[in-house]
């Protein structure tokens, strides 16, 4: 299952580990800190021009990727939510 965080960008939903909301968690000395150092090493990926409300964290093939996205964490919630519903319906009608 994919899940769509932006623009034209999707991830694998197995390969999330963490969507966190930019303005709770950035009040945190350590989010703020991680956030840095995955910069520094080229890790984050901006999806878009507009301000960032989420950020995603992502492992796939042993790469950390971290992309900022314009979409907030109750609507990408609400995206999991209703995707995992989906297949639930599906499994349950065969």
């Known amino acids: 299952m994919f899940l769509h965080i932006g623009e034209e960008k999707v991830v694998f939903m197995n390969d999330i580990i ?16 991680f956030l840095k150092n995955c910069q520094e090493k080229g890790m984050v990926e901006a999806i878009g021009t507009d301000i960032p409300k989420s950020f995603i964290v992502t492992m796939r093939e042993g ?6 996205s314009p ?6 919630n ?4 209703k995707d995992t519903d989906d297949i639930g319906r599906i499994l349950l009608d065969e």
């Open 78 to 81: 609400k995206r999991i939510c």
């Open 18 to 33: 963490a969507i966190m909301d930019i303005e709770k968690t950035t009040i945190s000395n350590n989010t703020r800190e």
């Open 63 to 68: 790469k950390q990727t971290v992309y900022l």
């Open 71 to 76: 979409i907030s964490t109750a609507t990408l």
